[in-house]
């Protein structure tokens, strides 16, 4: 099968980059010919004229189009896998592959279609002002914190919904969890095609000791919506040894006033990141924001530990309480201290969990369940067309038991 993966980098590495990674090297290993258009907005022109052509070229860009017509004409993908499009690309993308036919998958790695600036997140809390069609609450509450890039932000978005560009353009959206897939729905989107396809981790071979783990692990940014301050304060609350894998840079105050028990790594390539898990007794994963899935909480369980994190959002489709960890109240560092506690202190809890969770791994999150699933969208998205059909969303999610 030929496909094209099509994908806006964003100037900082993350975990929708990991993934994207992860497909391209799934797809080629097993002899597909995967054809990359990717772009980094370290293309854009730092200075302000630069930032407004990215701006209108994110809301529609012809060019991005006539390109995008020139690479199907060229290639003759069999379908074309949609990653993030803002700005360098824009959704003129999708009118072009629908327009020639080509059967297009939209990879919603973050909240992309239901908020503009992606995170649903106004001054800590979960936002769901925009929700729905209300895009001037990005505007009226300058949501990030640039008044003339909230306009932008307000703007795209709302031409985007109010022209239908992702709606029509669009063959099947993947949501990576059942939460994210009926909260897109709420916003109007099609539930007929929108398919449930969580990430994979790899799985190792053999898990961690979670008996001789040596502190609480926490992996990723440390920034708002990761609960950074919510980690921190449980973390002293506790006074247990808690370890930070990840780019600090967002919380310098925080860094600057945590507690001694508190150390931090910075970014850990693959193998470090491997021999991390292996040294911690439990994973935190305190978001305060909707995750669309939770890579981290993932990776933790394929190594056998549980996993304590937020109820909220996707989470607790991955994280299941008292089954392959605990769940907390988001925000409550008194809460998330009390879970803390509970699993430090408690061997057989940790021991119960930790296989459950690596179990639920192997299961769902694997390599080739992933490839199986994958390949069946894609297979469901060609033979449908551009045609809505539950079959089409369905697909992915029933090709192999969840």
Wanted: hydrophobic share 40%; net charge neutral; aromatic share 8%.
């Amino acid at each position: 099968m030929k496909i094209m993966q099509v994908y806006n980098q964003r100037r900082v590495w993350g975990g929708e980059d990991r993934m994207v990674d992860t497909i391209v090297d799934i797809l080629a290993r097993r002899g597909h010919e995967v054809i990359p258009w990717i772009r980094n907005n370290a293309e854009i022109d730092a200075r302000f004229g630069g930032k407004v052509r990215a701006f209108f070229g994110g809301v529609y860009s012809p060019s991005a189009a006539r390109e995008m017509e020139a690479r199907l004409r060229l290639h003759r993908p069999d379908v074309v896998h949609v990653h993030n499009l803002y700005p360098l690309f824009s959704p003129s993308v999708l009118v072009a592959c629908r327009r020639a036919g080509v059967p297009v998958v939209v990879h919603l790695h973050s909240y992309l279609l239901t908020c503009p600036i992606t995170l649903h997140l106004h001054d800590g809390q979960v936002c769901e002002r925009c929700h729905g069609g209300h895009e001037y609450h990005c505007v009226l509450q300058n949501c990030r914190s640039n008044i003339s890039e909230s306009v932008g932000y307000a703007l795209r978005s709302a031409a985007a919904r109010k022209l239908g560009l992702y709606r029509d353009n669009t063959t099947v959206f993947i949501a990576m969890t059942q939460f994210a897939k009926d909260y897109l729905a709420s916003a109007g989107y099609p539930k007929d095609r929108i398919a449930v396809l969580p990430n994979t981790v790899p799985i190792p071979a053999a898990p961690a000791d979670v008996d001789r783990g040596r502190y609480v692990g926490f992996v990723g940014r440390l920034s708002v919506e990761k609960g950074a301050r919510t980690l921190i304060d449980a973390a002293r609350a506790t006074g247990l040894p808690v370890k930070v894998a990840g780019d600090v840079s967002e919380a310098r105050a925080l860094v600057e006033g945590a507690p001694a028990n508190v150390t931090f790594t910075g970014r850990l390539d693959r193998e470090q990141l491997s021999a991390f898990y292996r040294e911690a007794r439990f994973l935190v994963v305190p978001s305060v924001v909707y995750e669309t899935f939770g890579l981290t909480a993932a990776e933790a369980m394929a190594f056998g530990l549980p996993v304590v994190a937020s109820r909220l959002g996707g989470l607790p489709e991955i994280v299941e309480h008292e089954r392959t960890g605990l769940l907390f109240d988001p925000g409550d560092a008194a809460d998330l201290a009390a879970k803390m506690r509970m699993l430090w202190e408690q061997p057989d809890l940790r021991r119960r969990y930790g296989g459950l969770g690596r179990a639920k791994a192997s299961r769902e999150y694997d390599e080739n369940v992933y490839y199986d699933r994958l390949m069946t969208l894609y297979e469901a998205a060609i033979e449908h067309g551009l045609a809505p059909g539950a079959a089409v969303a369905g697909a992915a999610e029933h090709s192999t038991p969840m």
